[in-house]
Nanobody, 125 residues
Framework: QVQLVESGGGLVQAGGSLRLSCVAS????????IGWFRQATGKEREFVAA????????YYADSVKGRFTISRDNAKNTAYLHMNSLKREDTAVYYC??????????????????WGQGTQVTVSS
């Protein structure tokens, strides 16, 4: 059983930055792919970014490319989402998730087995 705890959310002005953290316990963190997803009020949850267990290619939603950066520190069992140039439309609850799958579409929500409780990010104008 893997447990994930996100932190780092909060209220920030448009154009500002935040760094979200996702700390994992249980399992072998280095063997998991990590995804970040978000859900705005009244909308479906959507993919934001992902890093495979190998730490190779990084994946981003078009809406965050060039502004967000995903990273992982296997020694700390922690994944990060660095968010810069935040916009009002980035306001959402952000979730991290892990998957032990291989050979799948890493941006697909269905492939993730464990999810954190989420952290709220609110961007004001």
């Amino acid at each position: 059983q893997v447990q994930l705890v996100e932190s780092g959310g909060g209220l920030v002005q448009a154009g500002g930055s935040l760094r979200l953290s996702c700390v994992a316990s249980g399992g072998v963190f280095s063997t998991y792919s990590i995804g970040w997803f978000r859900q705005a009020t009244g909308k479906e949850r959507e993919f934001v970014a992902a890093v495979p267990w190998s730490g190779g290619n990084l994946y981003y939603a078009d809406s965050v490319k060039g502004r967000f950066t995903i990273s992982r520190d296997n020694a700390k069992n922690t994944a990060y989402l660095h968010m810069n140039s935040l916009k009002r439309e980035d306001t959402a609850v952000y979730y991290c998730a892990t998957s032990g799958r291989t050979g799948w579409d890493i941006i697909a929500e269905w492939g993730y087995s464990y999810w954190g409780q989420g952290t709220q990010v609110t961007v004001s104008s």
